[in-house]
């Protein structure tokens, strides 16, 4: 299944299917990206980043994908299992005097159902 | 050994008080952060600080009082408890330069009466 993050919509895949968690960024500067996964009543998570000299990248059952015309991220996640479920963020870096700057999208939702 | 740790895990207070938030990491990184995330799971940067000194404060009110101490600590204090604080503030850290990843502590849940 595949879902845009906006109002932290949910994303509801069967366990065993692949899942494609898509993100709109803003600043066409960035040249950083990340995802997050975050479970209930902790903190976020790195899963896997991308630079921006990249289209593509592949990590374990994990894949993200950089679309920097359309600036469109997205991750998916191959054979979704029960422990995948969580808020997912992709973040856009900027780099400003010292300081890494990571803004959010505003999260995906995804349950994976038995 | 969590490599990003942060207490209390929960707060709860009333309005108009003053509370602390400590966070520590033993990563060895320079920079540290304050993250806020609202009921919506929106996460926004607040401040960070690299090796003590205040890099980015995202026009946050100035109830809001980091301090770093040395460059393993960052906490934050604040003044004067409104509503609108509730909400899970989140530490975090990297090493020093562009482009790395950010590795968060667990979270405290604010909750203001």
């Known amino acids: 299944g595949e879902s845009v993050g906006l109002h932290l919509p949910t994303l509801s895949v069967q366990e065993g299917d692949n899942s494609i968690i898509n993100c709109a960024y803003s600043n066409s500067a960035s040249d950083y990206f990340i995802w997050y996964k975050q479970e209930s009543g902790k903190g976020p998570q790195f899963i896997i980043d991308i630079r921006s000299n990249m289209d593509k990248r592949q990590g374990q059952r994990v894949t993200v994908l950089l679309n920097k015309t359309v600036k469109h991220l997205s991750l998916q996640i191959a054979a979704t299992q029960p422990g995948d479920s969580a808020v997912y963020f992709c973040?856009?870096?900027?780099?400003?005097?010292?300081?890494?700057?990571?803004?959010f999208g505003t999260g995906t939702q995804l349950k994976v159902e038995l | 050994d969590t490599a990003v740790s942060q207490t209390p895990k929960y707060l709860v207070t009333q309005m108009g008080n003053d509370k602390s938030i400590k966070c520590e990491q033993n990563l060895g990184h320079d920079t540290m952060y304050w993250y806020k995330q609202d009921s919506k799971k929106f996460l926004k940067i607040m401040f960070s600080y690299n090796n003590k000194e205040l890099i980015i404060n995202e026009t946050v009110p100035n109830r809001f009082s980091p301090k770093s101490p040395d460059k393993a600590h960052l906490n934050l204090h604040i003044n004067s408890l409104e509503l609108g604080d509730s909400a899970v503030y989140f530490c975090a850290s990297s090493p020093l330069g562009g482009n790395e990843k950010l590795f968060f502590g667990s979270g405290t849940q604010l909750s203001v009466l």
């Open positions: 973040a856009e870096n900027s780099y400003t005097g010292g300081g890494n700057k990571l803004t």
